[in-house]
């Protein structure tokens, strides 16, 4: 079967840095999706990977491994409003997104 | 901006009534979609509609149906509901399919069936 693993929840502090890992196993792969869901607000987009490596995009950072199944966000320079669910989807052969749960973010000040 | 309008945004029903979510874009996006959100589960499609006039099964279609008869509206209907339908409900468009961009979601329709 098809499966997205992610942790259910991490605690940081304000001004620090925070990785989020997600794995999966799709019958194929074209990309991975990184979204960030406020509670009780609808998914925003953050990043998009299809090749190995990492992406930046300001505070926030998106890295692929395809060979490995994985894919993790960093979140530098922690905001308050940075507590948030944070949702990896990965696209598989049918082009279909396939979600994990969701990593519920907490940040302390 | 308006981007993606669900509506209604919240419902209480009894099981059994059919109910019928609305969605409309104003982006003139070409593919739409439908999701449930169930706490501890991930995102579940259940319709989508890769252009106007066609639509698709996702991976809970069962007890909904869609339909799309022009490109900005997107409504979904329960014809009978049930309450393991209690969700939260959230349309999402693309310009295309899932690979050539993001997902717009709109703010979603939490639907309690009792």
């Known amino acids: 079967g098809q499966n997205i693993d992610q942790p259910t929840e991490m605690t940081a502090t304000e001004g620090a840095i925070v990785q989020i890992n997600c794995t999966y196993q799709?019958?194929?792969?074209?990309?991975l999706f990184w979204y960030q869901q406020h509670a009780g607000e609808a998914p925003t987009f953050l990043s998009y990977?299809?090749l190995d490596g990492l992406e930046e995009k300001g505070r926030f950072s998106s890295f692929l491994s395809r060979s490995k199944g994985y894919s993790y966000l960093l979140l530098k320079e922690l905001q308050m409003k940075d507590s948030a669910s944070y949702l990896c989807?990965?696209?598989?052969?049918?082009?279909?997104?396939?979600w994990g749960a969701g990593t519920k973010l907490i940040i302390k000040p | 901006i308006a981007g993606i309008t669900q509506a209604p945004t919240s419902q209480i029903l009894a099981a059994g009534r059919r109910m019928t979510l609305r969605c409309t874009q104003d982006?003139?996006?070409?593919?739409m979609y439908w999701y449930r959100q169930d706490l501890g589960l991930g995102l579940r499609l259940i319709h989508y509609?890769?252009?106007?006039?066609?639509?698709g099964k996702g991976e809970v279609p069962d007890g909904y149906s869609v339909s799309r008869a022009n490109t900005d509206d997107f409504p979904l209907t329960l014809a009978s509901a049930v309450p393991s339908q209690t969700s939260v409900y959230f349309c999402?468009?693309?310009?295309?399919?899932?690979?050539?961009?993001?997902?717009?979601f709109g703010e979603g329709s939490r639907l309690t069936v009792l």
């Open positions: 999402a468009s693309s310009e295309g399919g899932v690979t050539t961009g993001e997902l717009f």
């Open positions: 982006m003139r996006h070409n593919a």
């Open positions: 509609s890769n252009t106007a006039g066609t639509t």
């Open positions: 990977n299809v």
């Open positions: 799709t019958s194929g792969f074209n990309g």
């Open positions: 989807a990965a696209v598989d052969s049918n082009y279909q997104l396939i």
